[in-house]
Every structure is written in structure tokens, then in C-alpha cells.
């Protein structure tokens, strides 16, 4: 038995041995490893990739030793040739490295301003150079251009991406990882035009959009297609809009009263810059009480001209399923016809009166898709029916299930509505069950 075991443990000896001696390829580094003294441009052998650690375990040059590098640290192993081919790819940058002037830098898939953010860097953070690109010239408010070109950066979290590099501070690194030459840093005042630049450039719109685009929830109520502040551009004119409420003035110029707070003078507008992505406007007006306003960018992958179209299309086609059918009947709650796509016609609901409908209406009115539902709510109904009954001031909510067969409401009067979307409801609701 312990001369099969030896046998055994040989054979796993050399098939390990074996195993190491083969590879997968060679791979460029793109990010150098100071403690094992690899500078980025390495060409290195890997020997297999791990999917479950996410990393490639390569031979360290003139060693017996393996190491364990990231995925997002080398090119994808190839022949020893073709990696040689492509590490001249990265070979005018090849040391190069650049620390972020301004918080909130974007990364973007593409060398074009308004390309998709892949990214959004902080400041003093460190990304790889990798190489440059031709991309689209970024434009100052004054119509000149922005001193700088496109940059490939890598970074430390491993995504690829475009940056202008004029917010860019490009340093060398040795293969030790020592800095050994370093662009001057800019000063202050600098800093903040290049963030007072891209402030100005950005289309800002209310802070509410964005859990609105993320949950997918639009609400027509209170999402317009153009932005809701315009910090004036060349034209020298302030304008905040928001839920169709303007306020606007013509400014001289803009002062730094603080760090990132400036005053557009001669206007009752101050603005606090809190990252590249998000801003806070103060309106002062003497004559009223002063109002505060949180804007944000939206990325590039939000169109919102289509968004709200799509909607619109939506909440059309629902109310279009309820008009095709002649009417809706129920044994307690009378009977139901959709008369038009915003309005209806409604017989023997004295049941509901007067908790819910007011005894003093008439059977008729306007009927729309007003508010939205919550995404935990949208698993049992279809949405909220608004009614607005001729006679009866206020308006009647019902969350509504439309099937082949039926229509069920269920009384939302007491539903919680925030911010124009349904988030629960009411409890002990009445439900109404119509045949059709």
C-alpha cells in the first residue's frame, strides 16, 4: 500500500509540474505590479484563468514563481507574437499614469462628450494611460475649444474608458512604482473653472428624475423633455423651470463667493456645485421666501423625448382596451361604459354612495390614467383609474385589473400617493367586480 501511494503521489507531481510548464498564452500587463517590480507594457506568460477569483495566474519573468493577477490587469492571452504585436498598441503611454483634477469626472464608451458614462471618477484618483484616440472636439460656453485630447484610460477597478484629458494630471511611474516625473498641478482657481466648465456645459434636471428613470416610472405630470435649469450658456440669461413654475434673470458674469459656491451677479440666483453630476441652485428674491432647487445630469442612455412618448403610447392603449368593450356590469355596483378614451358613462352605483362618490353627481364624466403604481403594486393590478364625476369636485381613484372576462376596481381613496405613484393601499378597500 505505501509503495502505490508513493506511485500515486509521483504521478500527481508531474502532471502538476506538467500543468505549470503549460499555458494559455501571453499576455500585455496593463497595470504595473511595484511589489514584484512588472512595469505595465510587460509581456507575461499565463498559465490558466481562474472564472471563480477572476483572475489569471501568470509566471513572474526569470522566476520559478507563479502570481495571481486580475482579469482587468492584462490584455486576453494570445500567442507570444501576436501579444508582442499588440503591446506596441500601448507604447507611446507605456508608464504613464494621471491623477483626477475635479470630482465627477466621467469615463465614457466613446471619444465623443455626450457618449454613454461608463464611469465617474473622483478626484485624485489614479487611472492608467493607455493610448490616444481621434474623438469629437468638447466645446466651451464661449464657442472655443477646450485645450486637451482623448484619452484611453484604464481604471483601478479595471473599466475602460474615454477621458478628455485636460482634467488630467499625467505622471510617470518606475517599474518600483516610484513617481519620477509629474505634470505641475494647476492652481485652485484652475480647478474650479475646469468644474465651473462642465457645469455649465450639462443639462440639469430635477433630482426626482432620477429614481423616476431608474424604476422606469414616468410621470407625465411633472417630467419634461427639456432641461429644467439652463445655466445661461453665451446668452447670458439664468431660467429655472420647474413644475411650470419660471424663474429667470439676465447675469453680468459669475463670482466665486466660496469653495464651489457661486453667485451669478446681479441676479438672485447662487449655485453650489456638489460633483460634476449634481448641483444645488438657491433662489433669493427679496420680495419672497427663498427657494431651493437639487438638479442632476442624466446619462446619455436616457432619452427623454422618447421616454415620455412611450408613456403617453402606454397609458393610450389601456385606456383603448377598456373602450373596446361594449360595457361592464355588476349585480351590485351598476353599469360601466367607457365612452371615449377619457371619458365614461356610469348607471346604479348608489352602492358607493356617499363614501366614495358624492350623491350629488351625475353618472358621467372624464376618466383617465393620472397616477402610477409601484412595481410591488403592478403585481396585482394593472394601475390606478382617476374619475373625475360631473357635480363632484374631488376625483375618485381605483387601482384596476382589466382580464378577458372582467374588470376589477378596488376603492384607492385611502391609498398612499407619493410623489404621483401609488406605493399602498388603503385597508379594507371596497372592490368592485364588473363582467363583461
Known amino acids: 500500500m505505501r509503495r502505490v501511494f508513493f506511485l500515486v503521489s509521483i504521478f500527481l507531481c508531474v502532471i502538476s509540474l506538467e500543468s505549470c510548464r503549460r499555458s494559455i498564452g501571453y499576455s500585455v500587463l496593463l497595470w504595473d505590479i511595484p511589489e514584484k517590480h512588472l512595469p505595465d507594457g510587460q509581456i507575461v506568460k499565463v498559465h490558466f484563468k481562474s472564472n471563480i477569483s ?28 501576436k501579444a508582442i504585436a499588440a503591446s506596441s498598441r500601448y507604447k507611446d503611454f507605456q508608464h504613464q499614469y494621471a491623477r483626477i483634477k475635479i470630482d465627477g469626472l466621467p469615463v465614457r464608451a466613446e471619444a465623443v462628450n455626450t457618449s454613454k458614462q461608463v464611469y465617474r471618477l473622483h478626484k485624485n484618483e489614479t487611472v492608467k494611460i493607455l493610448y490616444k484616440g481621434r474623438g469629437q472636439d468638447v466645446i466651451m460656453t464661449d464657442g472655443s475649444k477646450l485645450d486637451g485630447e482623448w484619452l484611453c484610460v484604464l481604471t483601478e477597478g479595471g473599466t475602460q474608458g474615454w477621458c ?32 465651473l466648465n462642465l457645469v455649465l456645459n450639462a443639462k440639469w434636471y430635477p433630482e426626482s428624475y432620477t429614481q423616476m428613470l431608474n424604476e422606469n416610472l414616468i410621470d407625465l405630470q411633472t417630467i419634461r423633455a427639456e432641461p429644467a435649469f439652463d445655466p445661461g450658456e453665451q446668452s447670458g440669461t439664468i431660467s429655472i423651470n420647474v413644475n411650470d413654475r419660471v424663474r429667470s434673470a439676465q447675469f453680468d458674469g459669475i463670482k466665486k463667493i466660496s469653495d464651489r459656491f457661486y453667485d451669478f451677479t446681479g441676479t438672485p440666483f447662487q449655485m453650489i456645485v456638489n460633483t460634476a453630476d449634481k448641483i444645488v441652485v438657491n433662489y ?60 365614461f358613462n356610469w348607471r346604479g352605483f348608489s352602492a358607493l354612495v356617499p363614501n366614495i362618490i358624492s350623491k350629488r353627481v351625475r353618472g358621467n364624466g372624464s376618466v383617465s390614467i393620472k397616477y402610477l403604481v409601484s412595481k410591488k403594486l403592478l403585481e396585482k393590478f394593472d394601475g390606478m383609474l382617476t374619475f373625475n364625476f360631473e357635480g363632484m369636485s374631488d376625483e375618485v381613484n381605483f387601482f384596476y385589473k382589466h382580464s378577458n372576462s372582467f374588470l376589477e376596481l378596488e376603492d384607492a381613496s385611502e391609498a398612499t400617493i407619493k410623489n404621483n405613484v401609488a406605493i399602498s393601499r388603503g385597508k379594507n378597500p ?6 363583461k
Open 164 to 195: 478628455f484629458s485636460h482634467n488630467l494630471a499625467l505622471f510617470t511611474k518606475t517599474a518600483s512604482g516610484e513617481i519620477f516625473s509629474e505634470e505641475i498641478d494647476e492652481s485652485d482657481s484652475e480647478q474650479d473653472d475646469a468644474l
Open 284 to 343: 433669493t428674491e427679496t420680495e419672497s421666501k427663498p427657494e431651493s432647487y437639487t438638479f442632476v445630469t442624466i446619462d446619455s442612455d436616457y432619452n427623454i423625448p422618447r421616454l415620455i412618448k412611450t408613456e403617453q403610447e402606454r397609458r393610450s392603449n389601456e385606456m383603448q382596451r377598456l373602450y373596446n368593450v361594449d360595457f361592464f356590469e355588476s349585480d351590485d355596483f351598476g353599469t360601466l361604459t367607457f365612452t371615449d378614451l377619457d371619458s
Open 54 to 81: 477572476q483572475v489569471y495566474i501568470i509566471a513572474l519573468p526569470g522566476t520559478n514563481e507563479n502570481y495571481e493577477v486580475p482579469i482587468w490587469q492584462l490584455t486576453v492571452p494570445q500567442s507570444k507574437k
Open 430 to 435: 371596497t372592490v368592485l367586480i364588473f363582467e
